[in-house]
């Protein structure tokens, strides 16, 4: 099928868009290392993020939901370059996954043919190996050495960039740095896909030694390390000292300019304690965590527990709370049940621009 006229001016206007962007990614770099460049930059950013919005979801009159993207789009930035992001991320991220024309044009090659849009990412759980046991686990992750073989795990991702161009996945678990086959682990995947990014959750009591030289090097693997709270909350759910060695691990991180960010599961019991202003302090400003996602807890898994989900009253305090930190704190913290204005909704089911979720045991969910 050809391209109408009109297809073809949108996509030249696109082009020259990704262009002008990609030029000045190599800019935001040098000025997100000078911190007075930085200030005065950030200045005069918002109101070319709004207009960027717009233009960009002309589908949407609602002037509250375009706040909304706007304000986690300034999160984003703010926290992007609060957190020191290295310059290869950046280069990976920009040029790579968001600006990558070849892949651009991949996607629309897709949807021309096949009559929809393709999703945005995977989330690849390629192990249920984990080497903790802890309360409530939604995966029931355990020594059970159940796991993606790599030729498969290579050829989701392959196939994903062949056939529609997405350079981003998500990997969770089980614990993602157990997983190995033939000789190869999440690291080799990462090496041999460096035009790739890879958001992965971890309980981040892997990171340190090799594994950290190699993280340092890739650059192109984002750890969201669990945490349940401060000290008490989290290893009564994960294990004595788990609080301690995860904090090391988050220095040690920083120190090697690697981005790292922290995902919680909100219950009954922490949903205040996670968006106080001393967790949020202690993890984003002292420890330096780029990112933050947020999950409400669900039954399912290890031991289900009913009880422990947020009850409406609590998520209508979270929803407003956690929206108080991202426009005022600007900290890219996202609530995947209470932020669905800025991903226009649920996003999983391999629906347009979402996800879909590929397990240990092969299964496409």
Known sequence: ????????????????????????????????RSKILRETTLK????????????????????????????????????ALRANIHKKTVQILMKDVILNQEAKSKEYKFQVKHGFVPPGFINIAPGKLCNLKCLHCYANASTDKEKLSYKVFSRIIKEAKDNWGTHFFVITGGEPFLW??????????????????????????????????????????????????????????????????????????????????????ATTENYREILSDE??????????AGFGWLF?????????????????EQRLWMWQRSWNIVRKEKIMLGDFWNHGTVSNGCISAARPGGYFYIDWNDNII
């Open 1 to 32: 099928m050809g391209l109408q006229l009109e297809d073809q001016r949108q996509i030249a206007k696109e082009q020259r868009v990704r262009r002008t962007l990609s030029s000045l990614t190599d800019v935001a770099i040098f000025v997100s």
């Open 44 to 79: 005069f950013l918002t109101p070319v993020v709004e207009r960027s919005v717009c233009l960009s979801q002309k589908n949407i009159v609602n002037k509250r939901i375009l706040k909304d993207k706007t304000d986690m789009m300034m999160a984003v930035i703010y926290s």
């Open 180 to 265: 190995k086959d033939e000789e190869y682990t999440l690291l080799d995947i990462a090496e041999r896909n460096q035009d790739c990014l890879f958001l992965v959750y971890t309980n981040g009591t892997l990171l340190h030694g090799d594994t950290l030289k190699r993280l340092s090097k890739l650059c192109n693997i984002l750890p969201a390390i669990s945490v349940e709270g401060m000290e008490e909350a989290t290893d009564a759910r994960r294990g004595k000292g788990l609080f301690k060695k995860i904090v090391k691990v988050m220095n040690n991180l920083r120190n090697e300019d690697i981005t790292f960010g922290i995902s919680v599961t």
């Open 279 to 288: 967790f949020i302090d202690y993890f984003f400003k002292k420890l330096g």
């Open 296 to 312: 409400h807890y669900m039954p399912i898994g290890r031991e289900p527990n009913p009880s422990l989900m947020p009850t409406p």
